[in-house]
C-alpha cells in the first residue's frame, strides 16, 4: 500500500502484525535460558556443597544475574536515589586479635570513608519517604586499599540465594504492562512473588515495621547483611557480621507523615542529611561487629550463613570496636554520589568472604553493574580512586584517565624488571583464606536454611506495642492493594505461621479470612516466645535532642520573653528551632521584641518538624486561633505523637484545635496537667519556672513520639 509521497504506508492492523513476530508468552511453557535451554531448577545457585562456594560454571545465574544488571543505562537498577556524605573512621583499639585488617589497628589514625545512603525500589525522581529498605554503604579509604561495606538499614534479606535477586526486583518494581506504582510496593506482582516464598517473611517484617521509615539517616541502624569472615595474623579465622548503631538513636515517621512528606518535600531525608552537615550536627554511628568461632559454626539454632536470619546479640553479642563521623557534603552530586561505585568484592588483608550464598552472587554483579554503568575504568574516578597506590598490567578501555607510561602490560615480564612485582603477605599481599573444601557439584539449598517462621515469629514477640499496630496497619494497607484474592490468601497463609493474632488482626481489613496454621518446623514452635529485645526500637537512645527541628508558633503580639528564653533554650541544646507564621518577614512581640519569620504555615508544616512550641501572648494567639492552617498544625502534630508545648495563652490553641485535656479556663490556674505531660503535652501556667519548663519540653522532644496519644 503506497501513499500519495510513494513511500510504504503501513496501517494500525499491519503494525500489530509487524510486532507479532517480537511478542512472547509464557503461558504453559518451560523456563529457558536466551538460548532456549531449558531450566529444572532457577531457585539456587550452583555450588561446590549446599553450604559450599557458588560456581563460576553456572551458566544460568550468570545469565540471569547478568542480564539483570545490565537491564538499565545508566541508573542504578536498583538503590537509584541516594545521598551522601564525607567523613571519617577512627578504631576504638587494636582489633589484631581477630584481624590483620590495617586501617582497624592503630586508634589514632583516622581513615577517610564516604557514605551513601539510598532507597532500594524507586527511581532517581522518588521520594525519599516512601516505605522501602535503605541502602547504607561505606567506602574505607584505608592506607592498604579500598574497603566496601555494602549493607542495608535491616539485617536481613528477602532471599537467601543470589540467583533469585534478579526476580524480587522485578517484582517489586513498577508493574511492566503499566509501569505501576513508583517506589512502591503495595501491588500485585510483589505480594505474588512473596506469598511464593516463605524464606522472606523474615524480612516481610523488618519492611513492613516502623524500620522502613527513617526519620532521618543519622537516625538509621546499617548493617552488613552478609556473613563475612575476619582473619588474623596467625591466619586464624572467625565469621563476622557488621552493624553501624548510631548515636542519635533509631527513630522513625508514621506512616502517614511519610506520606505527606513525599508530597511536600520529596527531598526530606536528603536535604536533612544536608542541611544538618551544613549546621555542624555530624551524623555519628559506632561500629560493632559479631563474630562466631569457626567451630562454632553450626551450633545455633540458626545457621550463620543464611542471610535472612539476625544473630541474636544475647547469643552473639555486638562488640563496638570504632565510630564514625561525617562532617563534609558532596562538592558535585553526579560526580562524587552518583558516580560513586560500590562492590562488597573490595576487601582488604583480613576480611574475607564466607560461603553465604547471598554474597557470592553479589560478588560477581556489582562488578558487572559498575562496569555496565560508567565503565571499565570506575575505579579511576576521583571518588572511587584509592589512596593507596595503583600498580597493574590492566590498560585502556573506556574513559581511561591513568597515563601508564611502562611499555610492560604484562606479567611475568623481564623488560620491566618484573615490575609490578608481586607482593608476599608479609608485604601486605591478600592471600584469601584456605577453607577446605570438600563436596559434589549440586544445585540445592542447605537444609539448615529451611527454616523460615523462627526468626519472624521472634520479630513480632520483641517489638513494643505500638510498633506491633503500626506492623498490622502497614500489612494492611499493602494487602488491600492486591487486587488478587487468591495472593492474599497465601499471604494469611504465610502470616499464621508467623502469629495468629497477627494473621487475624491483617485479616480484618483484606476480605479473607484467616487459615489453620500449615505444619511448622520443630524450630519455630521453640522459638514461639523467644525474643531479641535489640529488635524494638523502644528502647533506643532517647537522651537527645541534637539535630531535632521545632516549630515556634506565632505571630504579631506574641510574648518576646517566653519565646526568646525558649528558642535559646532549645539551641543551647542542639535543636533547631524555627519561627513560622502565616507570611515572611517580622513579627513584633507585645513587648517589643522583633523576630524573622523563618517558614510560613504552608511552607513549614508540621510533618518537616519533630515538635511544636507555641508562645504566649493574647493578640498573638487571638491570631492565630483564626488561622485554620495554625488549627491544622497543632492538630496534625498532636495526631503524629510529637511533643508539643504552649505557655501561658498559647494554651487558648490548644483549646482551639480541641486538644484532649486542654480548656482555655485552665490558663492561669492551679489545673492538674499530669495527664497532659505523659502524652507528651508540656504546659508552662502563670508563675512556671521557665527553665523547669524548657527542660520538661526538652525531655519530652528527646522521647520523640509519645505513642499512648494513639
Partial sequence: MTGKNGHNKIDEHSKQNNLEQFQESADGEYLTTNQGLRINHTDDSLKAGSRGPTLMEDFHFREKITHFDHERIPERAVHARGMAAHG????????????????????????????RFSTVAGSRGSADTVRDVRGFATKFYTEDGIFDLVGNNIPVFFIQDAIKFPDVIHAVKPEPHNEMPQAAS????????????????????????????????????????????????????????????????????????????????????????????????????????????????????????????????????????????????????????????????????????????????????????????????????????????????????????????????????????????????????????????????????????????????????????????????????????????????????????????????????????????????????????????????????????????????????FNGKELTQMKQALADAGAHPKVVSKALGVIKGVDGVEVEVDKTLRTGPSIMFDAVYIPGGEQSIAALRTMGDAIHYVNEAFKHCKPIAAASEGVNLLAAADIKGVNVKGVGTNTDYSSLLAQGVVIAQNGTDMDQFAQTFKEAIAQHRHWNRE
Avoid at 578504631?91 to 589514625?109: C, H, I, N, R, W
Avoid at 608481586?422 to 536454611?449: C, K, M, N, Q, T
Wanted: charged residues 25%; contains cysteine; negative net charge.
Fill in 186 to 557: 503495595a501491588h500485585d506482582t510483589f505480594w505474588d512473588f512473596i506469598s511464593l516464598m516463605p524464606e522472606a517473611m523474615h524480612m516481610i517484617m523488618w519492611v513492613m515495621s516502623d524500620r522502613a521509615l527513617p526519620r532521618s539517616v543519622s537516625m538509621m541502624e546499617g548493617f552488613g547483611v552478609n556473613t563475612f569472615r575476619f582473619v588474623n595474623a596467625e591466619g586464624k579465622a572467625r565469621f563476622v557480621k557488621f552493624h553501624w548503631k548510631p548515636k542519635l538513636g533509631v527513630h522513625s515517621l508514621v506512616w502517614d507523615e511519610a506520606q505527606k512528606i513525599a508530597g511536600k518535600d520529596a527531598d526530606f531525608l536528603r536535604r536533612d542529611l544536608w542541611e544538618g552537615i551544613e549546621m555542624g550536627d555530624y551524623p555519628e554511628y559506632e561500629f560493632g561487629v559479631q563474630m562466631i568461632e569457626e567451630a562454632d559454626e553450626l551450633k545455633f539454632s540458626f545457621d550463620p550463613l543464611d542471610p535472612t536470619k539476625i544473630w541474636p546479640e544475647a547469643e552473639v553479642p555486638v562488640k563496638i570496636i570504632g565510630k564514625m563521623t561525617l562532617n563534609r557534603n558532596p562538592d558535585n552530586f553526579f560526580a562524587e554520589t552518583e558516580q560513586v561505585a560500590f562492590h562488597p568484592g573490595h576487601v582488604v588483608s583480613g576480611i574475607d568472604f564466607s560461603n553465604d550464598p547471598l554474597l557470592q552472587g553479589r560478588l560477581f554483579s556489582y562488578i558487572d553493574t559498575q562496569i555496565t554503568r560508567i565503565g571499565s575504568n570506575f575505579a579511576e574516578l576521583p571518588i572511587n580512586r584509592p589512596i593507596a597506590p595503583v600498580h597493574n598490567n590492566q590498560r585502556d578501555g573506556q574513559m581511561r584517565h591513568t597515563i601508564n607510561k611502562s611499555r610492560t602490560s604484562y606479567f611475568p615480564n623481564s623488560l620491566g624488571g618484573g615490575c609490578p612485582a608481586l607482593a608476599p603477605e608479609s608485604a601486605g599481599g591478600y592471600v584469601h583464606y584456605a577453607e577446605r573444601i570438600d563436596a559434589r557439584v549440586v544445585r540445592e539449598r542447605s537444609e539448615s536454611f529451611k527454616d523460615n517462621f523462627s526468626q519472624a515469629t521472634m520479630f513480632w514477640n520483641s517489638i513494643s506495642g505500638p510498633e506491633k499496630e503500626h506492623l498490622v496497619q502497614a500489612l494492611r494497607f499493602e494487602l488491600s492493594m492486591v487486587e488478587s484474592k487468591e495472593i492474599r490468601e497465601r499471604m494469611l497463609g504465610l502470616l499464621v505461621n508467623v502469629d495468629r493474632h497477627l494473621a487475624e488482626m491483617v485479616s480484618e481489613e483484606i476480605g479473607v479470612p484467616v487459615p489453620a496454621m500449615s505444619a511448622a518446623p520443630s524450630a519455630h514452635k521453640e522459638a514461639a516466645t523467644k525474643v531479641a529485645p535489640e529488635i524494638s526500637m523502644e528502647k533506643t537512645v532517647k537522651n537527645t535532642i541534637k539535630g531535632r527541628k521545632v516549630a515556634i508558633l506565632a505571630a504579631d503580639g
Fill in 88 to 115: 571519617y573512621f577512627q578504631v576504638y583499639e587494636s582489633m589484631a586479635e581477630y584481624t590483620k585488617a590495617g586501617f582497624l589497628q592503630d586508634p589514632s589514625v583516622t581513615t577517610p570513608v564516604f557514605v
